[in-house]
């Protein structure tokens, strides 16, 4: 076992144990938010014929050349979808629709804006233009490989989908994430409280996490401290799931039993990262799944899932920190209040960040001890500082924006 390893180590170790998914073939209704697992070729050209971008007419450029008034003799009307085939000749035109097929012998379009009809004329009065045509496959070739294995399907790389023929898209199945609290002191939210209880909101907050990137979440009954009901859930989570995630009992107490557990009968790979708040994660396997131990406080738990399980899921979806599913992304910031950093450790301090005529500047806000949950929704970021620094009014600070 490592102790007190810097986040870089320990999302490598994290990382070593991502999960390899299988895939499933999904309609492309449920397809947001979920990671392409095989790459797209097109089945079509797009657009898959030469066609119109305005309403108006398609004639030959040289007819319409002059700057005055062209007459022009009315052929027929193209319309998107019809499969009547249109020619013109010299000094003809063919009214045309948006999306309708250009007419044989037509190289422009001319804006019905443009014109006048007179009897079985067309009166033109402004420009022909080739680029109101929209030409066969200028924007993606049959067969051509256009959205990758690892792509994030959002709305337009649906449509972008559909548009290539994709009813089905083969995706990554989710990773199963179990979600244990431990502690004596938890009650679940709406039922009573005594003098000495808390309610219990991490494994809230955490399944919330795993669903926002990505994942499919199962919480488990909170688990009081003890070896035995902690060893039962551990048995039945590892069955069930791709990774555990455990909050709270990691940490020096004489009722952390999460570590003492996985001390005497698991096996951790490191315990405590140099990182403030969330220091004491603890990281390795119970019967063969990953588990991490997140701290019990609610904002270390937040931190530490932002830092250590997004890399797993990006891992796991063969992604990168900077393609989505992500919680945020890292930005340089101006600070506008001073922050304390810590001895030795990289310190995440919450920090609002907005736009400003000057780039993005981050405030605070609330008291930023680690058990303040409300500090994460006050703010939207945290501080990237690097160990044994401070953040100094006016000072450039690297960032996470959650967003
Ligand atoms: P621990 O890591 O178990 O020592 O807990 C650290 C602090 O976090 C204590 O104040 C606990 O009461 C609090 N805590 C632990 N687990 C939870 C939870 N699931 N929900 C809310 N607070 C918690
Ligand atoms: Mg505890």
């Given at each position: 076992m490592e102790r007190g390893i810097s986040l870089e180590r320990?999302?490598?170790?994290?990382?070593?144990?991502?999960?390899?998914?299988?895939?499933?073939?999904?309609?492309?209704?449920?397809?947001?938010?979920?990671?392409?697992?095989k790459s797209l070729e097109s089945k079509v050209d797009d657009p898959r014929f030469h066609n119109s971008a305005m309403d108006g007419w398609a004639v030959r450029e040289e007819d319409c050349l002059e700057n005055k008034k062209t007459i022009l003799k009315i052929v027929g009307v193209s319309e998107a979808g019809s499969n009547k085939n249109f020619q013109i000749g010299a000094k003809e035109a063919c009214k045309i629709m948006t999306g309708a097929p250009i007419p044989l012998g037509a190289d422009a379009i001319v804006?019905?804006?443009?014109?006048?009809?007179?009897?079985?004329?067309?009166?033109?009065?402004?420009?022909?233009?080739?680029?109101?045509?929209?030409?066969?496959?200028?924007?993606?070739?049959?067969g051509e490989e256009i959205l990758s294995r690892g792509h994030f399907m959002d709305a337009s790389s649906i449509s972008l989908a559909a548009t290539m023929g994709y009813e089905y898209i083969e995706v990554f199945c989710k990773p199963v994430v179990g979600v244990i609290s431990t502690g004596n002191e938890l009650v679940m939210p709406g039922k009573e409280l005594n003098e000495s209880q808390i309610y219990e909101s991490n494994s809230f907050g955490i399944a919330a996490l795993v669903k926002s990137v990505g994942g499919e979440s199962i919480r488990y009954e909170t688990v009081s401290d003890s070896l035995d009901k902690l060893?039962?859930?551990?048995?039945?989570?590892?069955?069930?799931?791709?990774?555990?995630?455990?909050s709270g009992g990691v940490s020096m107490g004489d009722f952390d039993f999460v570590r003492?557990?996985?001390?005497?009968?698991?096996?951790?790979?490191?315990?405590?990262?140099?990182?403030r708040p969330g220091g004491p994660p603890l990281f390795g396997k119970w019967n063969k799944t990953p588990i991490l131990g997140l701290p019990g406080n609610p904002v270390s738990s937040h931190l530490v899932f932002s830092m250590l399980i997004?890399?797993?899921f990006t891992a796991s979806f063969e992604t990168n920190e900077n393609s989505k599913p992500t919680l945020g992304r890292k930005v340089r910031v101006k600070m506008l209040n001073e922050v304390k950093g810590a001895p030795e450790k990289l310190c995440l301090r919450r920090i609002k960040?907005?736009?400003?005529?000057?780039?993005?500047?981050?405030?605070?806000?609330?008291?930023?001890?680690?058990?303040?949950?409300?500090?994460?929704?006050?703010?939207?970021?945290?501080?990237?500082?690097?160990?044994?620094?401070?953040?100094?009014?006016?000072?450039?600070?690297?960032?996470f924006w959650l967003n």
């Amino acid at each position: 076992m490592e102790r007190g390893i810097s986040l870089e180590r320990a999302i490598s170790f994290v990382q070593s144990e991502k999960k390899n998914l299988s895939l499933e073939s999904i309609h492309l209704d449920n397809a947001y938010g979920r990671i392409l697992a095989k790459s797209l070729e097109s089945k079509v050209d797009d657009p898959r014929f030469h066609n119109s971008a305005m309403d108006g007419w398609a004639v030959r450029e040289e007819d319409c050349l002059e700057n005055k008034k062209t007459i022009l003799k009315i052929v027929g009307v193209s319309e998107a979808g019809s499969n009547k085939n249109f020619q013109i000749g010299a000094k003809e035109a063919c009214k045309i629709m948006t999306g309708a097929p250009i007419p044989l012998g037509a190289d422009a379009i001319v804006m019905i804006e443009d014109s006048e009809i007179d009897n079985n004329n067309v009166i033109i009065s402004g420009p022909a233009r080739k680029t109101y045509i929209r030409r066969k496959g200028e924007n993606i070739s049959k067969g051509e490989e256009i959205l990758s294995r690892g792509h994030f399907m959002d709305a337009s790389s649906i449509s972008l989908a559909a548009t290539m023929g994709y009813e089905y898209i083969e995706v990554f199945c989710k990773p199963v994430v179990g979600v244990i609290s431990t502690g004596n002191e938890l009650v679940m939210p709406g039922k009573e409280l005594n003098e000495s209880q808390i309610y219990e909101s991490n494994s809230f907050g955490i399944a919330a996490l795993v669903k926002s990137v990505g994942g499919e979440s199962i919480r488990y009954e909170t688990v009081s401290d003890s070896l035995d009901k902690l060893r039962d859930t551990l048995n039945q989570a590892s069955e069930d799931c791709d990774l555990i995630l455990t909050s709270g009992g990691v940490s020096m107490g004489d009722f952390d039993f999460v570590r003492k557990l996985m001390e005497l009968e698991g096996e951790i790979y490191f315990w405590k990262i140099k990182m403030r708040p969330g220091g004491p994660p603890l990281f390795g396997k119970w019967n063969k799944t990953p588990i991490l131990g997140l701290p019990g406080n609610p904002v270390s738990s937040h931190l530490v899932f932002s830092m250590l399980i997004c890399p797993w899921f990006t891992a796991s979806f063969e992604t990168n920190e900077n393609s989505k599913p992500t919680l945020g992304r890292k930005v340089r910031v101006k600070m506008l209040n001073e922050v304390k950093g810590a001895p030795e450790k990289l310190c995440l301090r919450r920090i609002k960040i907005t736009n400003s005529p000057d780039g993005l500047v981050a405030t605070t806000h609330t008291h930023q001890g680690s058990g303040n949950i409300h500090s994460m929704v006050k703010h939207n970021g945290f501080t990237l500082l690097p160990p044994d620094t401070d953040g100094k009014i006016g000072d450039m600070i690297d960032a996470f924006w959650l967003n």
